[in-house]
């Protein structure tokens, strides 16, 4: 350690100039004027112009297929998940029907309750277009028509609370009757 010291107090001199050794100016100068020469090799730039002529190529067979396979996919969804979105769609919509019958305290609040339903739908809606992009997909269908259950079963819910709603306001209109 008092080596270090040492040598450090006795180039001190040469850490406390502010202005850099003699010749720096020129050496940078003599730096600053040479510059590199660079020099366009005929292979290097075919290379180059070979690679992007493969991916441009590949790029417009890939968008040429899928858009081919698009269009050939759409029409074959299986006749049993066509009859399945059929069945839920009914059961969808007859507890649609049934919700929108109920008497709410407020307009406001029957109308928030639809619109939240009406949000599940865009998630089905993008399954259906997953489905017609890809209709032997098994994870697909079977997303579809679990979405559909689980639908289902909220819808059921709703209604089973709106009823237990129904019933105690009437046991309390006939309390107050009596």
Do not use: C, W
């Not at 040598?7 to 020129?26: A, C, N, T, V």
């Not at 090799?41 to 417009?60: D, E, K, P, W, Y």
């Not at 998630?123 to 979405?147: K, T, W, Y």
């Amino acid at each position: 350690m008092k080596d270090l010291e040492r040598y450090i107090k006795e180039q001190s001199h040469l850490l406390d100039s502010d202005s850099p050794r003699e010749g720096h100016e020129k050496r940078f100068l003599q730096k600053l004027n040479k510059r590199p020469v660079r020099k366009v090799n005929f292979r290097h730039a075919l290379q180059i112009a070979a690679s992007v002529a493969v991916i441009i190529t590949s790029g417009l067979v890939i968008i040429k297929l899928n858009k081919s396979g698009d269009k050939t996919a759409q029409g074959e969804i299986p006749a049993a998940v066509m009859e399945a979105d059929m069945y839920y769609t009914s059961q969808v919509n007859a507890k649609y029907e049934e919700i929108r019958d109920f008497s709410f305290e407020s307009s406001e609040e029957k109308a928030v309750l639809l619109d939240e339903l009406k949000d599940l739908d865009a998630f089905q809606l993008q399954l259906m277009s997953d489905l017609e992009a890809n209709p032997n997909d098994g994870r697909v269908i079977s997303a579809l028509i679990r979405h559909y259950q689980i639908k289902l079963e909220i819808m059921d819910q709703i209604i089973i609370q709106l009823n237990q709603i129904k019933s105690e306001t009437s046991e309390n209109h006939e309390n107050e009757n009596v």
